[in-house]
């Protein structure tokens, strides 16, 4: 049995916890904070309440496996998960357009995409997910399922079979709002633009590999926990708990301890000093001074400065939520894309006869400000100003103060291609005993991609750094 030291109570640290605990380790955790969860929370007010962070959850299988590893509860008997459906409406205001799409359904999605954009529309939509569907399957295992390899030259070129114009010679793989351009066109590739937008990505920038996502989600779905999100990180932290991991709270880790080239501990804030067998940062490593840690240049994560934090409205609106609205609404814009979210959960509202409602959009240089925001969600929402009780507005302060991401910073999941820019340092790092898991970490953020960093981080402490993977 080893002495594990984990830093912060995130989503993927805690994950890890669970399932070092499951193999027979000691394992604590020190958060800085006074919860577990990090940017998993809830707000509540006069009998309102929202999810603070994502309000639905692509590839519940993460949680599944999870929870099927750590003890004998499966996940849908700790949560009560609800796929929404349909999956998604988009208003595209440029385009006098608004199409709500089922969810998991790929023929119903080609219809009601023919309906909105014209004949043909489902069908090009069904060719950029075919090939996305393609650059999933040749990367799912590399960038989800794996610790990363040695050799990343394979995940550096884009695995998005890009369609070649006839004539001319492709000097570079096209970016994904290329892609769109030529093989959606007009209001549907603002569509698929959008979608990947809402990820904290850059379409301009990104590698056309990053139409995996909206293949992810159009395929496995989006979930919602009655009750809000922050359900599935209070299951996390119960798990963790029947496992005897213990939770340190107001512990703020300064300093990783290494001994003779190995970790040995962690220093906090306070100048005390833990002493441990590994170390598992579940925060972003450059957030530790690296003094004390002789990161090896390729693991120092590229990403940070510029990655975008996310603005979020809460709407207490009075009238009862209408039974056919949709559960995520994107009000598509050039300035920003809103993500409303209309969650069908008593346990948002005071009563019936009104609605909570949250809206988001990313924060950066080109995010929106509160009042585009507001404006946009009235594209989603009708009457939506006449209803407004009160709102709050969540900034990317607030969203630092949650995970202590400097600027509130919320990484986005690893892609392969751009030459290997937007892959994550690996899970395992030069100092013996040393990991990385959550966000900052591979395969990236997200509940699922930060989720999916436990069972990596887990393996290698546990298998050895043979572990080439759970599946
Ligand atoms: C507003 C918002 C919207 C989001 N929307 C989505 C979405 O729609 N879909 C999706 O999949 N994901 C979304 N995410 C991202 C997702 O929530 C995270 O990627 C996921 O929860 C994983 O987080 P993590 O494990 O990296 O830990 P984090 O949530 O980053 O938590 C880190 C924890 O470490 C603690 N900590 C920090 N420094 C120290 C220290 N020095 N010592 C001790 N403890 C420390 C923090 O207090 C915190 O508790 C969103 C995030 C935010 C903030």
Known sequence: ????????????????????????????????????????????????????????????????????????????????????????????????????????????????????????????????????????????????????????????????????????????????????????????????????????????????????????????????????????ATAVHERCLERRVEFVFGAQVREVLVADGRAAGLRLADGSEVAADSVVCGIDPRLLPAASLPWPQEAVPARGEGVPSRLTLFLALRGGRPADVVHRTLVHSPGAVATVLRPDDPAGRPDADHEAVTVSALCGPRGAGADELLELACGAVEGLRERLLWHEVRTPADVEAATGAPGGSVPPPALAGAGGRLLYPANSTAVAGLYLAGGWAHPGGGLAHAGMTGALVAGLIVEGAGFRGSQ
Not at 2 to 15: D, F, N, P, S, Y
Not at 163 to 192: I, K, M, N
Request: overall charge positive; some cysteine.
């Open 1 to 232: 049995m080893a002495r594990i030291a984990v830093i912060g109570a995130g989503m993927g640290a805690m994950a890890t916890a669970a399932r070092l605990a499951v193999a027979g380790h000691r394992v604590t955790v020190y958060e800085r904070g006074s919860t577990y969860g990090g940017a998993v929370g809830r707000y509540e007010r006069d009998g309102f309440a929202f999810d603070t962070g994502p309000g639905l959850l692509h590839l519940p299988a993460v949680y599944r496996d999870l929870f099927v590893k750590t003890g004998k509860r499966p996940l849908e008997d700790c949560v009560d998960m609800v796929q929404a459906d349909p999956a998604v409406r988009h208003v595209l205001p440029r385009h006098a357009v608004a199409v709500t799409l089922p969810g998991a359904s790929r023929g119903g999605v080609a219809a009601a995409l023919d309906g909105a954009f014209g004949p043909g529309a489902g069908e090009r939509w069904n060719g950029v997910l075919g090939r996305a569907r393609d650059a999933w399957d040749a990367t799912r295992r590399p960038l989800l399922e794996e610790p990363l390899p040695a050799d990343r030259r394979a995940l550096a070129s884009d695995p998005y079979p890009a369609l070649r114009r006839s004539g001319l010679l492709r000097r570079r793989s096209p970016t994904l709002a290329e892609v769109a351009e030529r093989e959606l066109g007009g209001g549907l590739g603002e569509l698929l633009t959008g979608l990947v937008r809402t990820y904290g990505i850059d379409p301009g920038r990104a590698p056309a590999s990053a139409a995996v996502l909206p293949y992810m989600e159009q395929t496995f779905g989006s979930w919602y926990v009655r009750g809000g999100m922050r359900a599935l």
